[in-house]
């Protein structure tokens, strides 16, 4: 008898100890946007404030855990539910980029790579510009100028290529810029010698672009 109720006290406590680790770690919850005096923050179901209002603009936590979110003093960055920095994405025209194929650019020490839905570093900073993975090809460039034109911020100049969602470059830095990106036919248009092309996706200039 006095062994049962030994085995019961036990499993009783080991029960509370897992559900008070569960209340504890925000990780394990679900949180909600609030607003509160024009900033944002999250809060529980049951309304327990997890962070406090403090940001300039977020939004909802994916499935995976992370929400981008606009700090006073970073900019835009991802956070956990524990209000830590997973990363910071590439900023684009005063907001931050958008997942596409995927993935989503970030950018450190003047470099641009590449995330995935979790925060996770696919592809390394290591381009100094890149756009979007389109049908799995992204462009890069490098030795280009960036150019401010009131809040957008263009790419001028430079020698232009294609990478694949592994980061490796297959079509290398030979081209004057991208126009378009490739279609479902394989096909992308940019600038050789100066004038506008098709190439398909190994980098060979198929006809003239009308």
């Known amino acids: 008898m006095v062994s049962k109720i030994r085995t019961i006290i036990i499993i009783t406590i080991v029960l509370m100890m897992g559900g008070c680790n569960s209340i504890e770690n925000p990780e394990n919850q679900n949180l909600n946007l609030f607003e509160k005096e024009g900033l944002y923050g999250y809060k529980t179901t049951d309304g327990e404030t997890v962070i406090p209002a403090k940001y300039i603009l977020a939004h909802e936590f994916s499935e995976h855990g992370i929400a981008p979110v606009l700090d006073v003093e970073k900019g835009w960055i ?105 279609n479902e036919e394989g096909k992308a248009v940019v600038v050789y010698n100066g004038k506008k092309v098709y190439v398909n996706r190994n980098g060979e200039v198929l006809e003239s672009y009308k």
């Open 78 to 182: 991802y956070i956990n539910k524990s209000q830590q920095v997973v990363i910071k994405p590439y900023e684009v025209n005063n907001g931050y980029d958008e997942f596409s194929d995927g993935l989503a650019r970030f950018k450190k020490e003047d470099k641009i790579g590449f995330f995935n839905k979790k925060g996770e570093v696919i592809i390394p900073d290591k381009f100094e510009y890149a756009t979007k993975f389109i049908r799995g090809i992204a462009a890069v460039a490098k030795d280009l100028e960036i150019k401010k034109d009131g809040e957008l911020r263009l790419p001028v100049g430079g020698k232009w290529g294609f990478i694949n969602k592994s980061g490796k470059l297959i079509v290398q830095y030979k081209f004057d810029n991208v126009i378009f990106p490739f």
